[in-house]
């Protein structure tokens, strides 16, 4: 570390900077580092290896492809149709048409191009949430509005309020506050004829794991299609069976016209899929020649290592198993919180959590340090989980085995009793309130 330190930018995520780690191997849910010290994997590398790390299948899958071909362009090549059929089957009916790209945020920039071709005249402007993230290129960057590190970018975006109840911006309280923040959106969506698109997280995964409360979005999807503005869901984090059904938005009664994908689809290995309603993504407008090419696009090795996954999450049914030992997690996670103060909020569904850290319960005063002392305290004692700010964020792999998922709830138990006793000692590091999620 001390040899590459002297050679690279700084600007590392707060996990990796905070947890100096060399990991040299990960086979299933463990990773191991140079020191030979194991970690059961709670983060499943940045939330990609839904099928553990190393799966044998997608090690075949790409041992087998390198051997043949790496790029041709975006050239048709074997593999391509069986992924196509993989989708067709995974995804609802009516979202029946891709485009292979590669990373997160360059599938939101597809997104965004498609919305823009697409948008009738006058509705030059773009919908997006607070607290949402997609990405650090220039086009989603746009639509992030809080500290992540990089100077804010409005451009053509307008934000609405984002789900988020324990820290209600309207101070308000559910069920009582009748989803106010829902209707906000939907005014601002109606009032608006200028926005052509709402773009968004479902469950907002980079803030912390934001899971909105039952019709919020069922206000917000209604209002959309009402007033022709396109439902964008970026399902970079949360696609691909991580909240328990392939995509979050199917369990939360939206209906998207668009979907990002990233993270569970190729696990691990650098793959994103544009998804969306074949009279958007083969309508002239959008369509142009060249539009959906890159010099990744479509990439042998990304391709192979998609069909074997996504092959393996079909066959295997994992969905169904997210939501199996999700509950198992989320019993532990409950029992947890019900123990320490300063774990202010458990928010999360399927294998995706998040928890928040606080001062003192009355307060709800974020506490990065004790987050960040439960982070650490955890890899000392063989657990990874992921860091950003005050809050962790747990997503585990789906083939994880239940005495794995509790034996990394009794480190977190450990780990928080360990920054709970040791709290006043810890050197207070500025943060920002909304963190650095580490994505
Ligand atoms: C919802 C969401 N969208 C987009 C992105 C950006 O993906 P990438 O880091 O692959 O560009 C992320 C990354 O965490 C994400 O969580």
């Known amino acids: 570390m001390e040899r590459e330190e ?20 990960g086979h299933g849910s463990v990773l191991t580092d140079l020191d030979g010290n194991q970690y059961i994997d709670f983060a499943a590398g940045a939330l990609t290896q839904s099928l553990g790390h190393c799966h044998p299948e997608v090690v075949s899958a790409l041992t087998e492809q390198a051997s043949k071909l ?10 391509r149709a069986e992924l196509c059929d993989l989708l067709d089957r995974l995804l609802p009916e009516y979202l029946n048409t891709y485009t292979f790209l590669s990373t997160g945020a ?4 597809a997104a965004l191009r498609v919305i823009q071709a697409v948008a009738p005249p006058g509705r030059n402007r773009i919908g997006a949430l607070r607290h949402g993230f997609h990405g650090k290129t220039m086009g989603s960057r746009m ?21 988020y109840c324990y820290r209600c911006p309207l101070e308000l309280e559910y069920p009582s506050c009748g989803v106010r923040c829902a209707s906000l959106v939907r005014r601002h969506i109606s009032d608006k004829p200028n926005v052509s698109a709402l773009v968004f997280e479902p469950v907002l995964g980079a803030a912390g794991v934001i899971v909105p409360p039952p019709g919020y979005w069922e206000q917000i999807n209604d209002a959309c299609r009402d007033n022709g503005v396109l439902l964008v869901a970026d399902e970079v984090l949360t696609g691909g069976g991580r909240t328990g059904t392939f995509l979050a938005s199917e369990a939360l009664g939206i209906e998207p016209d668009l979907v990002t ?25 959008s369509a142009t020649a060249g539009s959906s090419a890159s010099t990744y696009a479509s990439n042998p090795l990304g391709i192979a290592a998609a069909a074997a996954t996504l092959e393996v999450v079909e066959r295997e049914n994992l969905t169904e198993r997210v939501r199996t030992l999700g509950a198992v997690l989320e ?20 294998l995706l959590y998040g928890l928040e850290f606080v001062r003192d319960p009355a307060s709800r005063e974020p506490a990065p340090d004790i987050a960040r002392a439960v982070y650490t305290h955890a890899l000392d004692m063989g657990l990874r989980v992921s860091l950003g700010g ?50």
Request: charged share 25%; no cysteine; hydrophobic share 40%.
């Open 143 to 163: 639509l992030v509005h809080w500290d992540i590190g990089n100077q804010a970018f409005a451009g053509n975006s307008v934000l609405g309020y984002s789900p």
């Open 261 to 285: 994908l990233s993270k569970g689809m190729a696990n691990g290995f650098p793959f994103g899929v544009l998804a969306g309603r074949e009279s958007i993504l083969r309508s002239p407008e």
């Open 70 to 79: 790496w790029n041709v362009h975006d050239s048709a090549t074997p593999r």
């Open 390 to 439: 005050h809050i962790l964020r747990l997503a585990p792999p789906f083939t994880m085995d239940r005495t794995l998922i509790e034996e990394g709830l009794a480190i977190l138990d450990r780990s928080m009793a360990r920054a709970v006793s040791d709290a006043p000692a810890l050197p207070d590091r500025p943060v920002t309130a909304m963190g650095d999620a580490a994505r």
């Open 106 to 109: 360059e599938v939101v920039e």
């Open 6 to 25: 002297r050679s690279l930018a700084p600007g590392a995520s707060e996990e990796t900077a905070v947890g100096r780690r060399v990991f040299a191997e």
């Open 331 to 350: 019993e532990g996670l409950r029992a947890l919180h019900s123990r320490y103060d300063v774990l202010g909020e458990v928010r999360g569904l399927g």
